[in-house]
């Protein structure tokens, strides 16, 4: 199967201070991560592959969703049919991930 290149971007990096300070035992010790930046950009030419520089467990939340726009698919809820938005799902500091397919005919 041919698939389509994507490019992800980093849109925003969040901090969930209450959650940290409530459930955390150090939560003096948790920072916003530091793994990605705010308008970085990851080139996927093969959604089997993770992107050097790539968190493994962003990678692993936001993947199906690269999948399914490398393969050609769209989520309907979108304006854009060639761009998808996906989260990593860390609970006390959660990424967002703009997924875009890009040199596309359709």
């Given at each position: 199967m041919k698939f389509h290149p994507c490019k992800i971007t980093v849109i925003k990096k969040g901090f969930n201070k209450e959650i940290v300070n409530t459930y955390l035992k150090n939560p003096e010790k948790m920072k916003e991560c530091n793994l990605v930046e705010e308008n970085q950009e990851?080139?996927?030419?093969?959604?089997?592959?993770?992107?050097?520089?790539?968190?493994?467990?962003?990678?692993?939340?936001i993947r199906?969703?690269?999948?399914?726009?490398?393969?050609?698919?769209?989520?309907?809820?979108?304006?854009?049919p060639k761009l998808s938005l996906a989260i990593c799902t860390d609970p006390f500091r959660p990424v967002v991930f703009k997924i875009?397919?890009?040199?596309?005919?359709e």
């Open positions: 990851f080139l996927v030419t093969n959604p089997f592959n993770l992107p050097e520089k790539m968190c493994a467990f962003a990678w692993a939340d199906p969703y690269i999948i399914t726009m490398a393969s050609g698919g769209k989520f309907d809820s979108m304006n854009n875009e397919r890009i040199n596309n005919d």
